[in-house]
């Protein structure tokens, strides 16, 4: 059973950095892909970032966090990071970790940031920015 496990989010003042980990177990392939999303109160789920092992770890990220949000993998602990810094009232959310089994060589660059493309979920780690 393929499982997704979040942690590392918490309460952190303005400007302030987190590192999120997600690890991952249960399933064997080689062409998957790993996104972050988040989701505010009141908000859609959105994509953050995401890294492709099927495309030779390639990363993708929101044009709106580039450089304050920086997704890396260590794949001999099966674990995916997402390094926040910077952080702003409106990084308030639960972040989710995520998976695509179907990301074959090509797909992840049109699909990663739609909810839907991904299989399995996490149960998302809350990020909360005081000001």
């Known amino acids: 059973e393929v499982q997704l496990v979040e942690s590392g989010g918490g309460l952190v003042q303005l400007g302030g950095s987190l590192r999120l980990s997600c690890v991952a177990s249960?399933?064997?392939?080689?062409?998957?892909?790993i996104g972050w999303f988040r989701q505010a109160p009141g908000r859609e789920r959105e994509g953050v970032s995401c890294?492709?092992?099927?495309?030779?770890?390639?990363?993708y990220y929101q044009d709106s966090l580039r450089g304050r949000f920086t997704i890396s993998s260590d794949y001999v602990k099966n674990t995916v990071y997402l390094q926040v810094n910077s952080l702003k009232p409106e990084d308030t959310a639960v972040y989710y970790c995520?998976?695509?089994?179907?990301?074959?060589?090509?797909?992840?660059?049109?699909?990663?940031?739609?909810?839907?493309?991904?299989?399995?979920w996490g149960q998302g780690t809350r990020v909360t920015v005081s000001s």
């Open positions: 249960g399933f064997t392939f080689n062409d998957y892909a």
């Open positions: 890294i492709s092992e099927a495309d030779d770890r390639s990363t």
């Open positions: 995520a998976i695509s089994l179907s990301a074959f060589y090509g797909l992840t660059a049109g699909n990663w940031d739609k909810a839907d493309w991904y299989d399995y």
